[in-house]
């Protein structure tokens, strides 16, 4: 079964800090690699995807994500974040040729003006 | 762009009632649509996939009399907690896979359920 983990719950940073965010997830076939977000208020949003390809995903806002098979992760990454980045960052992925998708357990960002 | 509306977006119901949850692609097709469960501090937790026309498949440890889940129509699937206890409290949300393409899922904005 596919699992994924996210292992910080919540990070703290100042406005123009840099950003990784850790993913790993556990399965050994082909995988589809989210990131979603959720800003306070709101509901969850794609931020960026991974299904093949180059592993240096960009997404939106300025974020990226890179995916290291052999290290079976996906860490999203912003080298300046903004206050307006403060939400919750979810990791998802789905095996490749399934239809269920499994979500880490989130990490929350607060970003201090 | 894809959009996904959920209701109600809270209920307060009496231990026993039932409470039906709608989830609505408003300008796509969702031939398939997800159910989950978000505790607090916990992921969202997979209840049950949702496909047109056939019958949920419902995750592991998820009850399936208790929840039931109806995918009648393209831009329609409805979950219905019947006979709600306090430990059914939670937020609920639906999401649907459909325009943007396979995998890529679009999120209501959740059901927050408190049974009374």
């Known amino acids: 079964a596919q699992s994924v983990s996210q292992h910080n719950h919540h990070v703290i940073l100042s406005e123009a800090a840099s950003l990784e965010l850790g993913c790993n997830y556990s399965?050994?076939?082909?995988?589809?690699l989210f990131w979603y977000v959720q800003y306070p208020g709101q509901h969850l949003q794609l931020l960026l995807k991974y299904f093949s390809g180059d592993p240096l995903v960009k997404g939106i806002k300025g974020f990226e994500a890179e995916f290291i098979k052999s290290k079976f992760s996906f860490n999203l990454r912003k080298p300046s974040v903004q206050w307006s980045d403060t939400a919750e960052y979810f990791c998802a992925v789905n095996a490749g040729g399934y239809q269920k998708v499994t979500f880490g357990t989130g990490t929350k960002l607060q970003v201090i003006p | 762009g894809a959009v996904v509306s959920q209701h109600p977006s809270r209920v307060i119901c009496k231990s026993g009632t039932s409470v039906k949850i709608e989830c609505r692609s408003l300008?796509?097709?969702?031939?398939?649509m997800f159910w989950y469960r978000q505790f607090p501090k916990k992921s969202l937790m997979l209840m049950a996939t949702s496909n047109e026309g056939s019958k949920a498949t419902y995750e592991q440890g998820v009850e399936k009399d208790k929840f039931l889940i109806n995918h009648a129509s393209l831009t329609l699937s409805t979950l219905t907690v019947t006979s709600a206890h306090p430990e059914d409290s939670s937020f609920y949300i639906c999401?649907?896979?459909?325009?943007?393409?396979?995998?890529?899922?679009?999120f209501g904005a959740g059901s927050r359920l408190t049974v009374l």
């Open positions: 399965y050994g076939g082909t995988v589809n």
């Open positions: 999401s649907a896979e459909g325009q943007t393409g396979a995998n890529v899922l679009t």
């Open positions: 300008d796509f097709q969702a031939t398939t």
